[in-house]
């Protein structure tokens, strides 16, 4: 035995097992992006999927699987708590507008929309900045003219 062919042997073995191992781990990971991507399921199955989802929507969702149903005695009583609370939003005389509230809330109203303009400024100028000018074309100086 020739222990230099010996060793050319070993390292062709060896090559072609990385090779084969490079094609069997690129086939893997294939197979697992496949696994994990949930659109090919869809793709392949849609109406299962469909009625997965409801499922699944459905077992997550307890509290509308039980539909309130209050007697009568509770309606009667909610009602006549209603109306007291209308009787007693009807009797109470409507607050007057001082002068000074009026001034108020027309100077924050001032106030509020200059800082919305303001703001508006700011965004378009920061948004102007960035954006792409057109080329412009180059100005040739005119000779002046005789008028």
């Known amino acids: 035995m ?3 062919g010996d060793g050319e042997k070993i390292r062709r073995e060896m090559r072609e097992l990385r090779e084969e191992f490079d094609s069997d781990v690129q086939q893997i990971v294939a197979q697992a992006r496949t696994l994990t991507d949930w659109r090919s399921y869809v793709r392949a199955r849609p109406w299962l999927c469909a009625g997965a989802a409801v499922a699944a929507g459905y077992v ?8 309130a149903r209050p007697d009568l005695a509770e309606l009667r009583k909610l009602l006549d708590e209603g109306k007291q609370l209308l009787a007693a939003h009807a009797a109470s005389p409507p607050a007057k507008a001082t002068t000074a509230t ?3 809330t027309v100077v924050l109203g ?4 200059s800082l919305v ?10 948004l102007s900045a960035h954006a792409p000018r057109p080329p412009q074309p180059a100005v ?5 003219s005789p008028t």
């Open 60 to 67: 997550l969702t307890p509290g509308l699987r039980r539909a």
């Open 140 to 144: 040739s100086p005119q000779p002046d």
């Open 102 to 104: 009026s001034l108020l």
């Open 110 to 113: 001032i106030a509020a929309r």
């Open 117 to 126: 303009q303001r703001g508006l400024m700011v965004v378009a100028d920061r």
């Open 2 to 4: 020739d222990p230099a």
